[in-house]
């Protein structure tokens, strides 16, 4: 770690840091384990959480911690959706999917067509983009119908954010779910059938869409 | 992907703002302050959908400012990392390419592109499939998933991958 004269260090787990060679016997229990900062300070870094000590291969990779920028994907380890780890973080807000979103920006452009006396206030682009991104996304014509069937699968188990990302995938098949959503296989065999009833019912609800290869 | 979030703030108002219109001149002052920043915990904020409550102002010793705390629901977008997302391609090049999903970019190293991809310059830089069955391109649409964030002061910054099962190109603009 570097330090100057006034004892400033520069963050631990930059994307620009140095390797961790020297660190990885202290980390090799968590991997290269870096949160997000809560409190939204400077010092924002770059998440390569490995599970939160989840992984009982993370000795061995403590090792080849310091091999793991940009290469971590190359792990085998089967991590779970960072969403379930961070519930806590969440807790208070609630998941939407893609077509839901897609349903309240827009009903917030309505109204701000209307309410556009106050010519200081334009939307951001962010907002542009999300609404754009939300409707291009919105692949179901009847959200809450979705909505319903998916929640079923809570009392097995599956998580709101599981819910949303199988949501916005629009899968065909149980096993794309499970590779897709790999925090969902330890319960595969719990969750298969009410999966595919699920997935039988939302299909006809999807959208026809004529530009997919 | 987005989030439905009640989130609270304290917003200081000048008392040129005072009089009838206090709670429109504060709930302007807090669309144009908040809506399109990112923060670290919550992401971006996309839009404010309602004010559930504002507190009692409080003046400023030694100003005539005064704050507010505001209580209101907002939509989100923050990315996780394990998230699957479809991305549309903005720009493609030996090192891999970036890709955008809402107000997120998203990069993919060419470490983390199918093997049997190579890239292909030229006026419309690709990755292509060896049979040419499959290219990557400027508006091209990918299913990806995310591998890690990284936040700064305005903006999230992702890195992906396509390289597992059940990702990679969804919509071929040239098709």
Redesign the interface.
């Known amino acids: 770690m570097e330090k100057n004269g006034k004892g400033f260090s520069m963050p631990k787990s930059s994307?620009k840091s140095t390797p961790s060679k020297d660190d990885s016997s202290q980390k090799s229990k968590e991997g290269r384990k870096v949160q997000?900062?809560?409190?939204?300070?400077?010092e924002?870094?770059?998440?390569?959480?490995k599970s939160n000590g989840k992984s009982s291969s993370s000795a061995d990779k403590g090792g080849r911690g310091s091999t793991a920028n940009?290469?971590?994907?190359k792990s085998k380890e089967k991590?779970?959706?960072?969403?379930r780890l961070?519930q806590e973080?969440?807790k208070?807000?609630?998941?939407?999917?893609?077509c839901?979103?897609a349903e309240?920006?827009q009903g917030?452009q309505d109204q701000m067509t209307l309410l556009s006396q106050?010519a200081?206030?334009k939307?951001?682009?962010?907002?542009h983009?999300?609404?754009?991104?939300?409707q291009?996304?919105a692949r179901y014509t009847n959200t809450h119908s979705v909505r319903r069937v998916l929640d079923t699968l809570k009392k097995h188990g599956v998580v709101e954010?599981e819910i949303?990302?199988i949501a916005?995938?629009c899968?065909e098949s149980t096993e794309?779910v499970f590779?897709?959503?790999?925090?969902l296989k330890s319960k595969k065999s719990i969750l298969q059938e009410p999966l595919e009833v699920a997935l039988m019912v939302i299909k006809p609800l999807r959208k026809v869409d004529s530009?997919?290869? | 992907m987005f989030f439905h979030i009640v989130l609270e703030r304290n917003m200081q108002l000048h008392p040129r703002y005072f009089g009838r219109n206090l709670r429109d001149n504060l709930v302007s002052k807090l669309m144009k302050d908040v809506e399109g920043t990112c923060s670290g915990k919550h992401g971006f904020v996309v839009a404010i959908t309602g004010i559930e409550n504002v507190g009692k102002g409080l003046i400023r010793d030694g100003t005539g400012f005064v704050t507010f705390p505001v209580k209101y629901q907002c939509v989100v977008f923050r990315p996780f990392k394990g998230e699957i997302l479809e991305a549309v391609v903005t720009m493609v090049n030996k090192m891999g390419f970036f890709a955008e999903a809402g107000p997120v970019q998203i990069f993919v190293s060419n470490h983390l592109i199918s093997d049997d991809m190579e890239f292909q310059s030229g006026d419309m830089p690709n990755y292509t499939t060896f049979d040419g069955s499959i290219k990557i391109q400027k508006d091209s649409e990918v299913r990806l998933k995310i591998i890690g964030t990284r936040v700064d002061a305005t903006e999230i910054f992702c890195i992906g991958t396509i390289k597992d099962d059940f990702l990679g190109v969804i919509n071929d603009p040239t098709a």
Request: glycine share 8%; proline share 7%.
């Open positions: 994307l997000f900062n809560n409190g939204g300070s400077p924002e870094r770059f998440d390569y959480s940009g290469k971590a994907s991590e779970p959706l960072e969403l961070n973080l969440l208070n807000a609630k998941c939407l999917m893609d839901e979103a309240i920006i917030i106050d200081t206030i939307l951001p682009v962010s907002f983009k999300g609404l754009q991104y939300s291009a996304n954010g949303s990302v916005n995938a899968p794309e590779a897709l959503v790999p925090s530009t997919s290869v």
